[in-house]
């Protein structure tokens, strides 16, 4: 099972602000990237310098969120265009994430906050290092995002209320939508969970018009039809009457 360790302050007494703060913009980043809501556990603390290790619950294959984080981010470093399955709040997320580790009145010996992929024996695979050149690599990739009221389909899952009230909708063509609702809605979407959807209010759209995220105004469920359309076939065989299929319908709708 990997597991992503978070090193602050290294070789140093870690600054507690830093710390915490870079703790929880981890944590959000992590939400972000992830197709629904993860109950990560913290498996290891260090003191001294600051080590935290995050890792998925067991059983799970959630350890990839923590691989892409450490693979996009080593990516954008290295100049690489920004990974198509970030969003703009991803992007957002992790900017703030970088820039909460850059030293204010403490720079002396300072060394960049550090994330490690540790792998299931326990070996270093990857890491990046959260340098200000990755903090402005991450600025200049601020991608744009429209807003306007709408409603998006799909099936809701993934619902959380531990973190911020938020739950994933996942379309059609498999894509993830985050959905935001405030506390009167809970019940609608618990009750909705894992069903067919129509979520209203608030739509954001990246550059592209990708649905991203939604602020849920409205939930319906989508009734199931209890007929597919295959289940019509030969429902009504003498509906072309003595013609045959090709001479009803170029009499009826042109040449067939």
């Known amino acids: ?14 600054n507690a602000g830093r710390f915490f703060q870079l703790g929880h913009d981890l944590l959000a980043l992590l939400d972000e ?11 290891e603390l260090r003191t001294g310098s600051a080590v935290a290790r995050v890792a998925p619950p067991p059983g799970t294959e959630d350890g990839r969120w923590l691989r892409l984080a450490v693979v996009s981010l080593s990516a954008i ?7 198509e399955d ?17 030293p204010v009145d403490d720079a002396e010996d300072w060394v960049p906050p550090r994330l490690v992929l540790v792998g ?6 990857r890491s990046v290092d959260l340098t200000a050149d990755l903090g402005g690599r991450l600025a200049e990739l601020q991608p744009f995002e429209r ?35 405030e506390t009167s809605l809970r019940g609608d979407l618990k009750d909705a969970l894992y069903e067919q959807v129509e979520i209203r209010g608030l739509v954001r759209q990246d550059g592209d018009g990708r649905v991203f995220q939604v602020r849920a105004e409205d939930v319906e469920v989508l009734a199931r039809p209890e ?29 067939a």
């Open 227 to 255: 007929m597919r359309w295959v289940d019509l076939f030969g429902m009504d065989p003498e509906f072309t009457g003595d013609a045959t299929t090709d001479e009803y319908l170029e009499a009826n709708r042109g040449e």
């Open 120 to 125: 299931e024996y326990n070996e270093r695979d």
């Open 77 to 83: 470093d290295g100049g690489e265009r920004l990974p």
């Open 86 to 102: 970030w969003s703009p709040d991803a992007v957002k997320v992790a900017h703030r994430f970088v820039e909460h580790g850059q």
């Open 1 to 14: 099972m990997e597991a992503l360790e978070l090193i602050v302050d290294e070789g140093r007494p870690a």
């Open 33 to 43: 990237l992830s197709d629904v809501p993860v109950a990560w556990r913290l498996e």
């Open 147 to 181: 807003r306007m009221p709408g409603a998006v389909r799909g099936t809701l899952l993934g619902l959380n209320v531990s973190r911020g009230n938020r739950a994933s909708l996942r379309l059609p063509n498999k894509r993830i939508v985050r959905v935001g609702f």
